[in-house]
């Protein structure tokens, strides 16, 4: 919205004020130019000066009544007569040439009045230049701030829209569920009036959707804090080298990725040409995934793993799942990624970083369906516990690097240790 022709309103209010100040630099400029020619004041002193230059020219070319001093010498000066004589010839001889210097004398007599009277001209006009100018840049400042607010306004408004436009999203997914859950519901009970049972099924079927029943809620839930997809597949690239180790070693198995959720990493292998399916049990998230054409089945992680053959797949990865389980749980996911995976296969499983105190002590508990925090220590010890060699903790997502913090000094270098550090990280390991 402050974008207008690919650039913001900032940009383009700059660059009027750039133009604007360099008219000013050019009429002081011209100011400069101004003074050199007729001094500081405006030009008053040097008329003055030339004028009198000019009287001073105009004195001199007047018909003489005296002998110049240079003539005026014996015999000359004892004689009246020839004294006259000399002078008449003075007037005829240099007639014409004072005649010529008194016409340039009243033309250069009216430059300079004009010349006095471009000046002031100038000097006003230049006055009313800068006025305008400061008019221009002030009224500049005012639309500025003005627009400043506005933009502040529509960012605010873009932000109320797309919040209705996710919630009109989620409130939609919500009911195209329990559509579809009340459909089944139906369904069930159908069949036990056509042959007469005792709805015993249906009751159980009802029991089976009731363990599903907030999945369109946590969807809604995981676009609002977990990120949008795009940033997800981003953060989740770093990945990518150790899945392609991974394959060279296991010539090409498949991936398989538990609690896909929105299927962000399924579709990061899927880019890379790596035949990948998820497993989850929200039924709305695996919905989700056929709509992208990732391969996803609603199922429980552990159960699914149990259902494959030993040494069939080069990873299995699993982003934000482990601490929604029990301990013995967890550990025995671990248990089956050893079996299913091949020699030189890999586990990927990211959880949040509790040492980061801010996600330990809260935005941890932000997701309700967490159980409890796992520290990475724990998790290696775990990992290599069950077979897994070449364990590594990558910390990942530092809290820096997505907000503005303050710089590290003495002061505050247990903060940035324990506050502004990763937010997450992974245990990795090898299948020997």
């Known amino acids: 919205m402050d974008k207008i022709n690919g650039a913001s309103v900032g940009e383009i209010m700059q660059k009027v004020r750039t133009v604007a100040e360099q008219n000013r630099a050019d009429n002081h400029a011209a100011d400069n130019l101004a003074n050199d020619i007729g001094g500081a004041d405006g030009g008053a002193d040097k008329t003055n000066r030339i004028n009198l230059s000019i ?12 002998i110049p001093d240079a003539l005026n010498r014996f015999p000359i000066n004892k004689s009246k007569i020839l004294q006259k004589i000399i002078l008449k010839f003075y007037e005829i001889l240099f007639r014409e040439q004072r005649n010529v210097s008194n016409a340039i004398l009243d033309v250069l007599q009216e430059l300079s009045l004009s010349r006095l009277e471009l000046l002031a001209e100038t000097k006003n006009i230049r006055h009313l230049l800068d006025e305008n100018v400061r008019n221009i840049i002030g009224r500049m400042d005012s639309m500025d701030s003005e627009i400043g607010v506005l933009i502040n306004k529509t960012d605010k408004s873009d932000a109320a829209v797309k919040d209705i436009f996710r919630n009109i999203g989620a409130h939609k997914t919500n009911i195209v569920d329990m559509q579809r859950r009340i459909m089944r519901l139906l369904e069930e009970f159908r069949k036990m009036r056509d042959v007469g049972g005792n709805y015993a099924s249906a009751a159980q079927a009802i029991i089976k959707e009731d363990d599903s029943i907030l999945d369109a809620l946590y969807l809604t839930f995981e676009d609002k804090f977990r990120g949008t ?3 997800i597949k981003n953060r989740q690239k770093a990945y990518l080298p150790y899945i392609m180790e991974a394959l060279d070693k296991t ?5 398989l990725d538990l609690g896909c959720g929105r299927g962000e990493w399924l579709e990061l292998l899927g880019e890379k040409g790596i035949k990948a399916s998820g497993v989850d049990t929200n039924e709305v998230m695996v919905e989700l995934c056929a709509g992208f054409s990732l391969e996803a089945s609603k199922a429980n992680a552990l159960e699914y793993m149990r259902s494959l053959p030993p040494s069939s797949l080069s990873a299995v990865t699993g982003f934000h799942i482990l601490e929604h389980m029990p301990f013995k749980n967890a550990v025995a996911v671990l248990d089956e990624s050893f079996r299913v995976i091949k020699s030189g296969g890999i586990i990927i499983f990211e959880t949040p970083n509790p040492e980061n105190l801010m996600v330990g002590a809260c935005t941890f508990y932000i997701d309700p369906s967490h159980i409890k925090p796992l520290v990475p220590a724990t998790m290696e010890f775990i990992a290599e516990d069950r077979g897994f060699i070449n364990v590594t903790v990558k910390r990942m997502n530092k809290y820096s690097d997505f907000h503005e913090v303050a710089e590290e000094n003495e002061n505050n270098r247990f903060i940035k240790e324990n506050f502004y550090n990763e937010m997450d990280y992974s245990v990795i390991g090898v299948k020997p």
Do not use: F
């Open 251 to 255: 010539g090409s198995a498949p991936v």
């Open 229 to 231: 997809r795009q940033d």
């Open 55 to 66: 009287n001073d020219s105009r004195a001199k070319s007047r018909i003489r009544t005296k």
